[in-house]
């Protein structure tokens, strides 16, 4: 049943356990395989599933130590709300949901190991996916001595059949009627996103059904009148909906909520994976797709344009390294320091128009703002801006490509 040489012994290990048929295939698995003991660790990030029957299930198995942490506010204060600051996108159009989660959960698995004594931690992720390079490049960069054991890799249960058969071998507390009910298929949720993989999405060419989605009406089906809100900002983070004051997690649930409302945040999307496949996904990102838009509107009047400009160019290799799984390295790290150091004066509130699928615009201010209306008006500026002076400055700039066309002629 497994593949694993057990040469190098194990006596306690750390699993990120959802309580899922997967998860706990791999709880009774690793007591088998290792002869260890597992500790469970199942984390709150606002799936939107209940966490607490985690704790039945891995009593059921024997498992003495269980952690069920609620991390949905350290998800978004210290991950989510850093990463859009930097108006991250992968590939230009994934805003990451999945990515972000990842570190935060190695963090927290690294954490328990060291406070249990475990020697091992293990996760359910497969060995085609981006998810075992994000926690194990985590894991190693956190605890460079941990061994981490990846089932998947290892084990010969291949498709769920087999699992639900091991399941029933080995007594292993999991309710059948719902696995047959379960969705066809693969979804990570969190507070930032969920998403969708696999069965009827395999073939780009073919259209998700409108059943599939689960937080967003389709934007057809959205109210005929917008839906205005206001976001304050202080240091490049959202603090406040329509002057009401949040903490991050309820941000991102308030936003996600009307941004579900009015169909906002669906995306379908064939993305290079890390391992170097492409892949067909869809995601549901309402919240995100909000505070992208916004965030781009209030730094458009606070930050300087060679500042913002600077960000633009870096920030497609920051969203590789979140993609990719190097949350924890030192040149993302250094290029964090960089964009939260350039958010100082991005403070303000931003006015959008929510109608139909769409995140427009309609208005942004700021006590830092760089706009001068004295300057920018095209009516009498009074002096504020001395036109003849740009016959100079194009002049100047055009030298070189003047004589580039001489040496032409």
Not at 173 to 200: C, Q, R, T, W
Request: hydrophobic fraction near 40%; charge should be negative.
């Amino acid at each position: 049943m497994s593949k694993v040489n057990t040469a190098s012994k194990v006596k306690k290990v750390v699993l990120a356990y959802s309580g899922g048929l997967d998860t706990s295939v791999i709880a009774k698995w690793l007591q088998e395989t290792y002869q260890c003991e597992v500790v469970t660790f199942t984390a709150d990030i606002g799936q939107g599933e209940e966490v607490a029957p985690a704790r039945a299930k891995a009593e059921a198995m024997g498992i003495k130590e269980i952690y069920i942490d609620d991390l949905r506010e350290e998800f978004v204060r210290d991950f989510v709300f850093p990463m859009f600051r930097a108006n991250t996108v992968y590939e230009g159009e994934y805003l990451l949901g999945t990515s972000i989660a990842r570190p935060l959960i190695a963090k927290r698995l690294v954490e328990i190991a060291n406070a249990t004594g475990a020697d091992a931690i293990s996760h359910g992720a497969t060995g085609k996916g981006n998810d075992q390079v994000r926690f194990e490049l985590g894991a190693y960069a956190l605890k460079p001595g941990i061994k981490v054991i990846a089932p998947w890799r290892e084990w010969d249960l291949t498709s769920r059949e087999t699992l639900m058969a091991y399941c029933k071998t080995h007594a292993i507390p999991v309710d059948f009627a719902s696995s047959k009910k379960k969705s066809p298929y693969s979804m990570d949720a969190n507070l930032l996103h969920i998403s969708y993989e696999g069965d009827m999405l395999e073939n780009p060419w073919t259209e998700a059904e409108e059943s599939m989605w689960r937080w967003s009406v389709a934007p057809e089906a959205a109210p005929d009148q917008p839906q205005y809100l206001e976001l304050s900002y202080a240091c490049g983070d959202i603090v406040a909906l329509d002057s009401k004051p949040m903490s991050p997690a309820q941000v991102l649930t308030e936003l996600n909520r009307v941004g579900g409302a009015n169909g906002i945040g669906r995306l379908d999307l064939v993305e290079n994976r890390y391992v170097g496949m492409k892949s067909r996904g869809c995601y549901e990102t309402p919240g995100g797709t909000i505070m992208l838009r916004a965030h781009r509107a209030i730094e458009s009047i606070t930050l300087d344009r060679e500042v913002a400009h600077l960000k633009d160019e870096l920030m497609p290799r920051y969203a590789s390294l979140i993609y990719n799984g190097y949350w924890w390295s030192p040149e993302r790290r250094m290029l964090q320091t960089m964009i939260d150091q350039s958010q100082q004066y991005v403070n303000g509130v931003v006015r959008l128009k929510l109608y139909k699928g769409n995140v427009i615009i309609v208005g942004r201010k700021s006590d830092d703002s760089l706009f001068d209306a004295r300057i920018a008006t095209f009516d009498d500026d009074a002096g504020a801006y001395n036109q003849q002076d740009a016959e100079g400055f194009i002049k100047l700039n055009a030298l070189r490509l003047r004589i580039a066309a001489d040496r032409k002629r």
